[in-house]
């Protein structure tokens, strides 16, 4: 019987004892990946740089995190309302035109079954206002959501700029249902569970499904930025915001809008402001003058220009602009590589724990096998032999326990991925295994031979005499 069938007799003589032991080192390996893919992948999630755009344009009461987010990956609140006027001005003005290459507003505000819509315009797919692919010359003319990567259709093509249709991500039609030619009705916010939805008049018609992007894109239904504005409460809001900014009062202002458009025996809510053509054009009846969006997109002509538009926004009254990636960088810094490292010194010392699992497990072991391991001395086996069984035992208890226990955690970072995927639209690459992975195996597998050491002592001091006699 060569060394490895003594080791595995002696694992199965005391099973509970060894799968117990086991458990324990599993489960501490599978906390420490499990933490290393989040700390890793969190770093690739957050603190990316390979945006398409490099500026963020947004109001500048709001904070830089809170835009980023808002616009990027689309949670928490937009920060507020900065002018369309600023948008137009950007794309027209020749100062802004020697820093902007690109220039994409969004508008946010609804939802459809929690899945935010934004409004925007049909650069971002890179069409003209009919809804059809445009051609540029050079390369970088094209709008991108990263380097390299432009919107694609699965299904169907860009909306008309001026018609109530709507394109919508990749995973907005398994989550909500809703195909290509299907119409919906957008929900006021994003209701809270058991809160009942109020329900937009307007309909818009999907006309184009997106491609997986693999980001927060695809759980976002786009609709025309004209058409964000038909929706009651946001034309009445805007007049409002408009109204306070000048210095009129905000109720004055709203009764004067809704007077033109008053319908007997309708509310406040069913006045439209708009009409719609024999072509299924929208006409709004709300001024651009107080028209409002929540961002820009914005990729400039080089870093240097992204850096002056920054400077010459954020000494500005109507708006601030932000660099997403360095947003991202310094959330991630501050926020989440702090306790990261905390949870991995705490999955450390659960190792470590473990590892004094192993050592008591075979300690234990050890003491009730006394006479065993006497009459092994006496059928000729060595002491530095009796050492090496304990210890192999001990590492592949180590072995074992941690290679299950990073299956085990890359199946809690699977588990993790698909969160990121609900939460947040993007997920994490959570099959790739990085060398800081194996390191950390080996060092286990150490901490367990080491583990060992101490009752492998105390075997290779048992007299064999004694421990004879006494049976």
């Known amino acids: 019987m060569n060394v490895f069938q003594l080791v595995l007799k002696q694992m199965r003589q005391r099973a509970l004892s060894t799968w117990l032991t086991l458990l324990s ?59 369309y006027t600023l948008y137009e001005n950007m794309a027209r003005n020749p100062i802004y035109r020697r820093m902007i290459k690109i220039a994409v507003p969004y508008a946010v505000g609804d939802s459809y079954r929690d899945n935010r819509i934004v409004g925007t315009t049909t650069r971002l797919f890179n069409a003209d206002e009919h809804g059809k692919p445009e051609t540029y010359e050079d390369q970088e003319s094209y709008f991108e959501y990263r380097p390299g990567k432009r919107y694609e259709f699965g299904e169907g093509r860009s909306f008309e700029a001026e018609k109530f249709e709507a394109v919508v991500g990749a995973d907005v039609p398994r989550e909500t249902g809703l195909k290509l030619g299907d119409s919906f009705q957008a929900t006021h916010g994003l209701p809270q569970p058991g809160e009942t939805p109020d ?15 693999h980001t927060a894109v695809d759980r976002v239904v786009f609709i025309p930025l004209i058409s964000f504005y038909t929706i009651a409460e946001h034309d009445v809001g805007l007049v ?75 000494n ?10 360095q947003v991202m960088r310094e959330f991630f810094s501050n926020f989440l590589r702090g306790p990261s490292l905390l949870l991995l010194l705490i999955a450390a010392l659960v190792t470590v724990v473990a590892g004094v699992g192993i050592l008591v497990s075979i300690y234990n072991s050890v003491s009730a096998r006394l006479r065993e391991i006497a009459i092994l001395r006496a059928l000729g086996a060595t002491r ?22 990073l ?24 099959t790739r295994t990085g060398g800081e992975e194996w390191l950390y195996l080996l060092a286990v597998v150490v ?25």
């Open 199 to 213: 329900i937009h008049k307007p309909k818009w018609k999907v006309v184009g499904v997106l491609r997986p992007t």
């Open 316 to 325: 500005g009254k109507d708006a601030s602009g932000v660099n997403p990636a």
């Open 25 to 83: 080192v599993l489960l501490g390996v599978a906390l420490a990946v499990a933490i290393m893919i989040l700390r890793r992948e969190a770093g690739a999630l957050f603190g990316q740089t390979d945006y398409g755009f490099d500026v963020i344009v947004g109001t500048a009461k709001g904070s830089p995190l809170q835009l980023v987010l808002n616009t990027v990956y689309h949670i928490d609140k937009s920060p507020g309302v900065i002018p």
């Open 240 to 314: 409002g915001i408009n109204a306070a900014q000048q210095g009129i009062d905000p109720n004055k202002a709203v009764n004067e809008f809704l007077k033109p458009s008053s319908k007997p025996g309708h509310d406040e809510e069913e006045h439209e402001h708009y009409t719609v053509d024999d072509q299924g054009r929208i006409h709004l009846d709300l001024p651009k003058e107080i028209w409002g969006i929540n961002a820009v997109l914005v990729k400039t002509r080089g870093a240097a220009s992204a850096m002056g538009l920054m400077y010459f926004l954020n």
């Open 384 to 405: 530095g032999k009796i050492v090496t069984l304990i210890c192999i035992e001990a590492g592949l208890i180590g072995l074992i326990g941690g290679f299950l226990g």
């Open 447 to 471: 901490v367990a031979v080491l583990a060992g050491l101490v009752p492998a002592l105390k075997a290779y001091r048992t007299p064999v005499a004694t421990n004879l006699v006494a049976s």
């Open 407 to 430: 299956v085990a955690g890359h199946l809690l970072g699977a588990a993790g991925s698909a969160y990121a995927q609900r939460v947040l639209g993007e997920s994490i690459n959570w």
